[in-house]
């Protein structure tokens, strides 16, 4: 599966964007999607996930309450809606998946087969 992510870009703090997640070659069904967010110097840091069948969701703890994955079946797209942005949201974000992960591993960059360009948000003050 081929994933192509988009809609990032640059806000003020307080802002919000909705990122997208657009697979080609197959659909999202049995797959687990996530957000994984990258700084220069820093780890890879997961975001959020979706379970494409169940729609179960997870958050990492700095995001939740402002942040929303959720799936569009007929778009075969999972986005990412992120509200209330602060500057420390700033990074490279990367969607990623994979239909053989387990949920202990839902936050784990390695766990996942498939990758996305990255689409840069910025946050400013």
């Known amino acids: 599966v081929q994933l192509q992510a988009s809609g990032g870009g640059l806000v003020q703090a307080g802002g919000s964007l909705r990122l997208s997640c657009a697979a080609s070659?197959?659909?999202?069904?049995?797959?687990?999607v996530g957000w994984f967010r990258q700084t220069p110097g820093k780890e890879r840091e997961f975001v959020a996930g979706?379970?494409?069948?169940?729609?179960?969701?997870y958050y990492a703890d700095s995001v939740k309450g402002r942040f929303t994955i959720s799936r569009v079946s007929a778009e075969n797209t999972v986005h990412l809606q992120m509200n209330s942005l602060r500057p420390e949201d700033t990074a490279v974000y990367h969607c990623?998946?994979?239909?053989?992960?387990?949920?202990?591993?839902?936050?784990?960059?390695?766990?996942?087969?498939?990758w996305g360009q990255g689409t840069q948000v910025t946050v400013s003050s």
């Open positions: 979706i379970k494409w069948n169940s729609r179960n969701t």
């Open positions: 990623a998946a994979s239909r053989t992960i387990i949920q202990s591993s839902i936050g784990v960059p390695s766990a996942y087969n498939y």
């Open positions: 070659g197959r659909t999202f069904s049995g797959y687990v």
